[in-house]
């Protein structure tokens, strides 16, 4: 059965201070989907990034990086620069392409606080 | 273009009760899926229709079911009620039935069961 664990469940940095959430995951599929969810305050998920499992080149957007690496099974996610706006739940989630269908299956969720 | 909307955002129930909870996926989306959030087991999917037909079910007990209309509108419905089933309930669309589709998540309903 797949699952995704989040070790850090809260983080608190000072805002301009460079921060990683780690998510590793399990999955007995050969092709699967990971992806980043961003949870504000507000409740609403805010979708951040997919990635394949063909896939393993490094993604940057802006202040956000991801470092997806099958080897560790594990798809890490980098804030850059922080900023106040960032504070959140951020959520790794996986998804398999044995389901035929949309079913995530998500980390317990990392909460970061960024402080002025 | 409208995101996914749910209905009622909050709600207040009792033990015994039976709920109801609406989503409206954004247009042109087939497929809606159902996710319980709740402090102790976190983010935990439901299930998930697509054309009117439940095509994944997560391990919820009967009590909680759904349905999905021809316009891709979906309810779910909890019976009997308890106070475990306190909780944000998610929904989330997408266009395909295929898992590499970001899913876009409504505001949630958030329930509470006295």
């Known amino acids: 059965a797949q699952k995704v664990t989040q070790a850090q469940t809260e983080i608190s940095v000072v805002e301009k201070e460079d921060v990683t959430l780690d998510c590793v995951y399990e999955?007995?599929?050969?092709?699967?989907?990971l992806f980043w969810y961003k949870q504000p305050p507000s409740g609403e998920l805010v979708f951040l990034i997919r990635?394949?499992?063909?896939?393993?080149q490094n993604e940057i957007s802006g202040r956000y990086s991801w470092n997806f690496q099958k080897s560790t099974s594990s798809f890490n996610f980098t804030i850059t620069a922080s900023q106040v706006v960032d504070s959140a739940v951020y959520f790794c989630?996986?998804?398999?392409?044995?389901?035929?269908?949309?079913?995530?299956?998500f980390g317990g969720g990392t909460r970061l606080m960024v402080k002025p | 273009k409208a995101g996914v909307t749910q209905t009622p955002r909050y709600l207040i129930k009792t033990r015994g009760q039976q709920v109801t909870l609406s989503c409206s996926p954004i247009s042109g989306h087939r497929s809606v899926s159902w996710y319980q959030q709740t402090p102790g087991q976190g983010l935990q999917f439901l299930f998930e229709y697509f054309s009117e037909t439940q095509r994944n079910k997560g391990n919820f007990p009967g009590r909680f079911s759904g349905r999905q209309f021809s316009n891709s509108r979906s309810e779910m419905n909890v019976s009997t009620l308890e106070l475990g089933d306190s909780a944000l309930y998610l929904c989330a669309s997408s266009f395909r039935r295929a898992g590499y589709d970001e899913q876009f998540f409504g505001p949630g309903t958030r329930l509470t069961v006295l």
């Open positions: 999955t007995r599929d050969t092709t699967y989907y």
């Open positions: 990635r394949n499992s063909f896939d393993e």
């Open positions: 989630a996986l998804s398999e392409a044995g389901n035929a269908g949309n079913m995530l299956t």
